[in-house]
């Protein structure tokens, strides 16, 4: 059951990122089905689980040298490779650029946080 609870907050998340990025001309807002947000939402799990690990070691030395700030463009890449993962599955949702990408990493991190923190309704265990 957790498990679906931090998936639908991570498509709330996802959508709100989208829908915010899209408000201030950052992104494209496709409107479709409402599952194609939950297969986004999954896609960005798997890429966030399997490539940025990889994208973060192979980043470690610059990371080093610009106080973590590199970080945030792993981030923003990893952001940037769904909707491209996406139109390959023939479902797109939205479309951004790079600087959306930047943008958005640092906002689903900050909605899903404190999604988060208000799902679990402010406890320190999980």
Same mark, same amino acid.
């Given at each position: 059951?957790?498990?679906?609870?931090?998936?639908?907050?991570?498509?709330?998340?996802?959508?709100?990122?989208?829908?915010?990025?899209?408000?201030?001309?950052?992104?494209?807002?496709?409107?479709?089905?409402?599952?194609?947000? @939950?297969? !986004?939402? /999954? *896609?960005? %799990?798997?890429?966030?689980? +399997?490539?940025?690990?990889?994208?973060?070691? $192979?980043?470690? #030395?610059?990371?080093?040298?610009?106080?973590? @700030?590199? !970080?945030? /463009? *792993?981030? %923003?890449?990893?952001?940037? +490779?769904?909707?491209?993962?996406?139109?390959? $599955?023939?479902? #797109?949702?939205?479309?951004?650029?790079?600087?959306?990408?930047?943008?958005?990493?640092?906002?689903?991190?900050?909605?899903?946080?404190?999604?988060?923190?208000?799902?679990?309704?402010?406890?320190?265990?999980?």
């Amino acid at each position: 059951m957790q498990l679906l609870v931090r998936w639908a907050v991570a498509t709330l998340a996802l959508y709100a990122t989208v829908w915010i990025l899209h408000a201030f001309g950052l992104a494209k807002f496709d409107r479709t089905e409402w599952w194609s947000w @939950l297969v !986004a939402a /999954v *896609v960005m %799990g798997l890429v966030n689980s +399997l490539i940025r690990p990889v994208a973060r070691l $192979l980043t470690a #030395p610059l990371n080093c040298l610009t106080f973590g @700030l590199i !970080a945030v /463009v *792993v981030n %923003g890449a990893m952001f940037l +490779l769904v909707p491209y993962i996406m139109k390959a $599955l023939g479902m #797109p949702v939205f479309e951004v650029d790079f600087l959306g990408a930047l943008v958005g990493a640092i906002l689903l991190g900050f909605i899903g946080g404190l999604a988060s923190k208000f799902i679990r309704g402010g406890s320190e265990e999980e």
